[in-house]
């Protein structure tokens, strides 16, 4: 079992950065995949980031690709997602999820992770 809980959301201006966090509960987390997902309000979830439970491999949404940027660090069980030139568009609400992954692959789908989180709200204002 894993529990994610993400943080570092909040208000900002368009062109600016935020750095999101997503704490893991649980052993296995060296063995998830993870990813990023967002709802913007009125809209469906959509796919950000992915990285493998390496950190080797990541992988970008096309809207987000050259700005935004996924890590992780095991040894802190942590996943971090870094936004930088925020554009209006880019306010949703952010969830991190974790799947266990026997190979260092990134996964885009949200029917195929397991364990989400509550998310996050960022706001960008014009």
């Known amino acids: 079992q894993v529990q994610l809980v993400e943080s570092g959301g909040g208000l900002v201006q368009a062109g600016g950065s935020l750095r999101l966090s997503c704490a893991a509960s649980g052993r296995t987390f060296s063995s998830c995949a993870v990813a990023w997902f967002r709802q913007p309000p009125g809209k469906e979830r959509e796919f950000v980031a992915a990285i493998d439970r390496s950190g080797s491999r990541t992988r970008y949404a096309d809207s987000v690709q050259g700005r935004f940027a996924t890590s992780r660090d095991n040894a802190k069980n942590a996943v971090y997602l870094q936004m930088n030139s925020l554009k209006p568009e880019a306010a949703a609400v952010y969830y991190c999820?974790?799947?266990?992954?026997?190979?260092?692959?990134?996964?885009?789908?949200?029917?195929?992770?397991?364990?989400w989180g509550q998310g996050t709200q960022v706001t960008v204002s014009s």
């Open positions: 999820a974790a799947k266990l992954a026997s190979a260092l692959i990134t996964y885009s789908r949200e029917v195929e992770y397991d364990y």
